[in-house]
Nanobody, 124 residues
């Protein structure tokens, strides 16, 4: 069965950095577009960053563009999210998601598989 397992979350001070990783199994990873979403308490799940199934295209929500970088390693079946200059408003549960042959999708419905999430807390 398909599994997506996120790691790398934690507690960081404002201005700090974290690198999230998502390990995928049970699918032909190179044929899936990957996305990162986050959900803060009381808020809807929010798109953060995505990378096309071919890896040629990356895209971000405005609030993280220039601070976050998504990348993929098809040899290791992983997708990463490098997060720099973190702010308290980045605090949330972060999820990775996979969508078959997705080139660009900003909505949860564009992805068929989800991980369980990793908590990111930005606080001094």
């Amino acid at each position: 069965q398909v599994q997506l397992v996120e790691s790398g979350g934690g507690l960081v001070q404002p201005g700090g950095s974290l690198r999230l990783s998502c390990a995928a199994s049970g699918l032909t990873f190179s044929t899936y577009g990957m996305g990162w979403f986050r959900q803060a308490p009381g808020k809807e799940r929010e798109f953060i960053a995505g990378i096309s199934w071919g890896g040629a295209s990356t895209y971000y929500t405005d609030s993280v563009r220039g601070r976050f970088t998504i990348s993929r390693d098809n040899a290791k079946n992983t997708v990463n999210l490098q997060m720099n200059t973190l702010k308290p408003e980045d605090t949330a549960l972060y999820y990775c998601a996979a969508g078959y042959r997705v080139v660009k999708s900003y909505v949860p419905g564009g992805y068929g598989y989800w991980g369980q999430g990793t908590q990111v807390t930005i606080s001094s």
